[in-house]
């Protein structure tokens, strides 16, 4: 991807465009840490049909005196931008459309963060890839192109899927990829590096989850179980299962040590004040649920 090169790489201009507040957190932090100035925050509400509660999060988070700017007119916050004469543009988990307006305007250009090892996985569920149970997680920092998740490459990432499919583990480990996506990345695009160009027929297409694969199947291994429900549930709560005759929203699954009860998959094994506990494949695991 280019020799690398720290020359022009600290303290960057950077206008950020983010809709999911831990998404503006991990750029926040990170800019903090190399001494780089966020000009602007670009969020935005969301179409009617579509609104994003997110945006109201980041505007309560921003520190005092950061301006920030919530809209879905990108075209018409162009000149906006372009005053402030940023160095970067960096989006990570914004869902519309940059238009070149506003990616001409930066002197390293505009660059996208997306959790996934581009060209897999492009499109707006990169959870998909834990659901379908690749056995990594990734990050890409890439240039912004006219269609989405298709510029060229800057810097890729990937890690081991941590063998505890918790949120909490997924959640963090897939933090270290990003920022060190979003590190080496940055560097490139600062030191002028156009990046590596897509390969097109490795690409697959992360699409939002069906009705149908939200509900959980007891016939799956205990870990498939465990990592479904932590892909379903990394942004909204999607999960659900049928447990007893009766729907539940699913919150977490943990397996549970110890040889699988003699029971079919699916049965209601015990309850205690806190979950449930369902016979799955392989092993018994603890449910935390709410009724539908």
Known sequence: MGAESTENTSGLRIVTFNVEPPAYQLVAEWAARHGHELVLVVTAPGRRTSPYDGYREIVAMVPRGQDVLVTTRLRRAAPLIAALAP???????????????????????????????????????????????????????????????????????????????????????????????????VTRAAAGDPGIPQDDSLASYAAPF??????????????????????????????????????????????????????????????????????????AVEVLTTPL
Do not use: K
Not at 151 to 161: D, N, S, T, Y
Not at 213 to 226: F, H, T
Not at 249 to 261: D, Q, S
């Open 87 to 185: 160095d970067l543009v960096l989006s990570y988990t914004f869902p519309y459309r940059i238009p070149p307006e506003v990616t001409a305007i930066p002197r390293c250009g505009a660059v996208n963060l997306h959790p996934s090892p581009l060209p897999r996985y492009r499109g707006p569920n990169p959870a998909r890839m834990l659901y379908d149970g690749e056995p990594t997680l990734g990050a890409t920092l890439h240039r912004i192109d006219i269609d989405f998740d298709t510029g060229p490459i800057l810097a890729r990432h990937e890690r081991p899927l941590p063998a505890d499919a918790s949120p909490e583990r997924v959640v963090a480990g897939w933090r270290e990829v990003l920022v060190a996506a979003l590190e080496e990345g």
């Open 210 to 283: 069906t009705e149908e694969e939200r509900w959980l199947n007891w016939d799956d291994p205990a870990a498939l179980l465990q990592r479904r429900t932590t892909a379903l549930n990394l942004v909204l709560p999607l999960a659900r299962a049928t447990i007893d005759g009766r729907p539940y929203a699913i919150h977490r699954v943990c397996p549970l040590a110890g040889p699988p009860p003699c029971a079919p998959p699916g049965t209601l094994l015990d309850r205690t004040a806190d979950a449930l506990i369902v016979r799955a494949a392989d092993a």
